[in-house]
């Protein structure tokens, strides 16, 4: 959520910043809304003001034996009046807030502007996509061949969007999961095992709600809702709290299940495993001071690269423009893998900067000094990595003209030295 105090010394700066991001906002609603609020509270304040100067009358009247009861009721309906005052006031408040929970972060200034996904900005490339002298077979017909990958199976246990991993290729996922977090406990991060539903003002907190509301799947009697990512509990484990500037930065890293509503039209962008309703992902979070949040971007992005040059993939690097970023960030890069059985780019980490956005919605703060009023923190997140579109990668960059797959060497040892996946592997 956005602070009102900085809309209200340049409203057209917000509105020129969301304009970038493709969203047209009269920022003279939010003024209006915001004036009421103001008026309100400062009309509570003056009967209440005046109500105790009635009372202080009252005593003084009382003490010198005057009648005082005309002056009772006078006072008892200087604070009836202040009450109702204050109602209004909270109502307007919670349309204020309401207005505000749904638009989306302002992006930095140095963010490239643009409308969509083709003004992004690569930054770099990484790696180089292995030369074969066979023609390599996308992961949905290299994981079904060494049966490592049910997709019938999936689809009949719930539907379409789901898959069951079988033999090596749920232990190849899990080899993936345990190297990563390994890695981000090396780097300083404590791993976190959150819950998976969490309650909607926890999803409020980090912008999943209320605009995204039909991404998500909740289980109704409960009021609770399926977590589209470790983000969201994660990022969420000090909302409402106030931190010391020596605690700083946090650094939490959780592997859980995902799940969203999300689907693609048909092609091969959505086959196999690339878009699934129900995945697999490392995440990392970090809770750091507004100074300090820049350059803890770059140092998370570092680990998730150091994670894909470890698997020697082939990567690059992307800084979403302001049309494309998503709605709680104000900077995010993207990490792609190429996908050699497709010959296309695939996402397999984003990673946001969200600044005091997220942390204003869940009240997270901080004291940059001892005694100091407290302030809002920053907060990031990234995948690390999300593992459908990463299995893609290794099985498709991994793959032998005999149709085995190399198991990388960082993942040997979590695989109990096994070196190949063979169809001779495979279950029935």
């Known amino acids: 959520m956005i602070d009102i105090n900085a809309l209200r010394e340049d409203p057209q700066a917000f509105a020129d910043a969301w304009a ?22 400062a009309e509570s304040e003056a009967k209440k003001a005046e109500a105790n100067e009635a009372s202080k009358a009252i005593g003084a009247a009382a003490r010198a034996g005057a009648d005082v009861s005309e002056a009772k009721a006078h006072a008892r309906a200087l604070g009836d009046a202040a009450k109702a005052l204050d109602g209004q006031r909270a109502q307007a408040e919670e349309t204020l807030r309401d207005y505000l929970l749904h638009l989306p972060n302002v992006c930095l200034a140095d963010v490239p502007e643009g409308a969509d996904a ?26 079904t061949d ?10 009949n246990l719930a539907g379409s969007g789901f898959v069951v991993y079988r033999g090596d290729g749920a232990r190849l996922q899990r080899a993936l999961v345990s190297y990563f977090l390994d890695c981000h406990r090396l780097n300083g991060y404590e ?28 289980t109704a009697e409960d009021d609770l809702l399926l977590i589209p990512t470790a983000e969201v509990p994660v990022t969420n484990l000090h909302a409402g709290e106030i931190l010391e500037r020596a605690a700083l930065p946090k650094r939490y890293c959780a592997h ?7 689907a693609g039209a048909a092609g091969v962008g959505t ?20 100074e300090d949040s820049v350059a803890a971007l770059e140092t998370m992005r570092g680990h998730a690269e150091a994670l894909l040059k470890a698997l020697d993939l ?19 890069y993207d990490l792609e893998v190429w996908s050699t059985g497709t010959q296309q780019w695939l996402e397999v980490s984003s990673l946001s900067n969200c600044t005091d956005f997220q ?11 001892a005694k100091a009023k407290p302030v809002m923190a920053h907060t990031l997140n990234g995948s690390g990595l999300a593992l459908p579109r990463c299995m893609i990668a290794v099985l498709e960059r991994w793959q032998q003209a005999d149709g085995s797959v190399l198991i990388p060497e960082v993942l040997r040892p979590y695989m109990g030295g096994q070196d190949r996946i063979t169809a001779t592997n495979a279950p029935n």
């Open 314 to 332: 082939h990567w690059r690097v992307l800084d979403l423009c302001t049309g494309d970023i998503g709605f709680s960030a104000a900077r995010t």
């Open 20 to 41: 970038a991001r493709g969203e047209q906002v009269d920022v003279a609603v939010i003024e209006q809304y915001d004036a009421t609020v103001r008026r309100l509270k």
């Open 191 to 218: 791993e976190i095992a959150p819950p998976f539903l969490v309650r909607p003002e926890i999803m409020q907190g980090t912008g999943q709600l209320p605009k995204f509301a039909d991404q998500l799947y909740a």
């Open 271 to 290: 086959r196999g495993i690339t878009r699934v309703h129900q995945f697999e992902k490392v995440e990392m979070v970090w809770i750091t001071s507004a």
């Open 359 to 369: 942390a204003r919605r869940m009240g997270l703060r901080y004291r940059p000094e």
């Open 118 to 143: 083709d003004a992004n900005v690569e930054r770099s490339r990484h790696g180089t996509a292995p030369a074969l002298d066979f023609t390599p077979k996308p992961h949905w017909d290299l994981a």
């Open 256 to 262: 859980t299940p995902c799940f969203r509503r999300e």
């Open 146 to 155: 060494l049966g490592i990958i049910d997709f019938a199976r999936g689809a």
